[in-house]
């Protein structure tokens, strides 16, 4: 589904990025860990098409077709999902009407007349009663006021009404607390299934507890150093990374 081949970045003339390579199929999670500033953020930007990272070398394909040359909306209606694209508080537009607005943007971009409304009722019913989402919450006004909780909840939301083919989740380094942990895992695995993928980024080990990788990777200073399976997880919770920052 997604091949990324030697992909170099910079961002205000620094290299970020020096080379990376992964694959990932269909019905596949794979993990990227690794320190604080090794690039983690900037490849998931990248991926996303985020023009403030310039790519120098390389390529992002999907489904065979190379991405460089698509806006960050482009790629969105190709089935790229990152978390955190939209985190803006809108006043006055409600949880719901924002999520009409996207589906029936991305219908629009794809050709497709918008959703009628008893169909988009009717999805938006099974997705939140799926993520067990209140009705309340489906109401209120966009971010404003969201809990770390409830802003997990509702990037969940928007990814299950969106049914990305390739979601990747950025979990940053904030500390997200332990129920937003379980929101975002009981969604994201309430939603894979063998046609969709998942990158989950993190800096700690914990969410992979609860969202269990086929794959680990390890950024570090731009460049994947090691891959393993989940137990490279473990590896890195019990030994840090400094033994990877020594080897090199
Ligand atoms: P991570 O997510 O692994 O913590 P980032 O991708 O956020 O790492 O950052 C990698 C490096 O790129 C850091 O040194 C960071 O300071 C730098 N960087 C990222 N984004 C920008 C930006 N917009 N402007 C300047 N430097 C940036
Ligand atoms: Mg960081
Ligand atoms: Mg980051």
Do not use: C
Not at 79 to 93: D, K, M, N, R
Not at 220 to 235: F, H, M, P
Request: aromatic share 6%; glycine share 8%.
């Amino acid at each position: 589904m997604l091949q990324i081949k030697n992909l170099h970045a910079k961002v205000e003339d620094k290299d970020i990025l020096k080379g990376i390579n992964l694959t990932v199929n269909a019905g596949e999670v794979h993990a990227i860990m690794g320190p604080n500033g090794s690039g983690k953020s900037t490849l998931s930007a990248v991926i996303a098409g985020n023009e403030n990272y310039e790519v120098t070398e390389g390529e992002v394909i999907l489904d065979g077709e190379d991405l460089s040359e698509l806006a960050p909306e482009e790629r969105a209606h190709k089935g790229v999902f990152l978390s955190f694209q939209y985190p803006v508080e809108i006043p006055g537009v409600s949880v719901t009407n924002f999520m009409k607005t996207a589906i029936n943007e991305s219908r629009k971009a794809k050709g497709l007349e918008e959703m009628p409304a008893n169909e988009m009722l009717k999805l938006i019913r099974e997705k939140s009663e799926l993520l067990e989402i209140d009705r309340k919450f489906m109401s209120r006004s966009l971010n404003e006021g969201f809990s770390g909780g409830e802003k997990k909840r509702n990037e969940i939301f928007q990814m299950a009404m969106l049914d990305p083919k390739l979601a990747i989740l950025d979990e940053t380094d904030s500390g997200l607390d332990i129920d937003a942990l379980r929101i975002v895992a009981n969604g994201v695995n309430k939603l894979k299934s063998d046609k969709n993928a998942v990158i989950v980024i993190t800096h700690y080990q914990r969410l992979l507890d609860y969202i269990v990788p086929d794959f680990v990777h390890v950024l570090y200073n731009g460049k994947i150093v090691k891959s393993g399976g989940k137990e490279l997880a473990y590896e890195l919770e019990e030994k840090g990374y400094d033994w990877i920052k020594n080897e090199n």
